[in-house]
């Protein structure tokens, strides 16, 4: 996979390579935007957004979605209550993903997970490292996409 001369996509999540993708059923709605990091819910086959604590699975997906009728209009669109969502898994492909607010990232930082499924800057003391920044990104009072190197 050759990842030279990387761009964020137009209304798409995935930038390269080729994850593991499972159809999984959104229990609740709140942060379920494409791009946003998921944990699993109350049963194997439930999605809720990841927090800072969470033991990420995957990435919400988005033009991997298998029926219309789920797909939200647009990357920035929220998924549903029980809708069916692509969730990207098993490292080794570039996604589109959600630095939260004040962090200032360097390509090749290690990330981990923030509240809402956001991604942020690895501190040295703890957190799992989900992914690793592909460009360097600031953000101040609002959060920004990121391409993000997946380690889940």
């Given at each position: 996979?050759?990842?030279?001369?990387?761009r964020?996509?137009?209304?798409?999540?995935?930038?390269?390579?080729?994850?593991?993708?499972?159809?999984l059923n959104?229990e609740?709605?709140?942060?379920?935007y494409?791009?946003?990091l998921?944990?699993?819910?109350?049963?194997?086959n439930?999605?809720?957004?990841?927090?800072?604590?969470?033991?990420?699975?995957?990435?919400?997906?988005y033009?991997?979605?298998?029926?219309?009728?789920?797909?939200?209009?647009?990357?920035?669109?929220?998924y549903?209550?029980?809708?069916?969502?692509?969730?990207?898994y098993?490292?080794?492909?570039?996604v589109l993903g959600?630095?939260?607010?004040?962090q200032?990232v360097?390509?090749g930082?290690?990330?981990?997970?923030?509240?809402?499924?956001?991604?942020?800057?690895?501190?040295?003391?703890?957190?799992?490292?989900?992914g690793?920044?592909?460009e360097?990104?600031t953000?101040t009072?609002e959060?920004?996409?990121?391409?993000?190197?997946?380690?889940?």
């Open positions: 996979m050759t990842m030279l001369g990387l964020a996509p137009n209304n798409k999540i995935l930038v390269a390579g080729t994850p593991l993708i499972q159809e959104v609740d709605a709140t942060n379920m494409p791009g946003r998921v944990i699993k819910g109350t049963n194997d439930d999605v809720t957004v990841c927090g800072a604590a969470g033991i990420c699975i995957g990435w919400l997906g033009e991997q979605c298998t029926n219309a009728g789920f797909m939200p209009t647009d990357k920035t669109t929220i549903a209550a029980n809708a069916q969502a692509p969730v990207l098993g490292g080794g492909f570039v959600k630095l939260a607010a004040s200032t360097v390509k930082d290690r990330l981990v997970a923030a509240d809402e499924g956001m991604v942020s800057k690895a501190a040295s003391d703890g957190g799992i490292v989900v690793i920044a592909m360097s990104v953000t009072s959060a920004a996409d990121i391409m993000v190197l997946s380690l889940i």
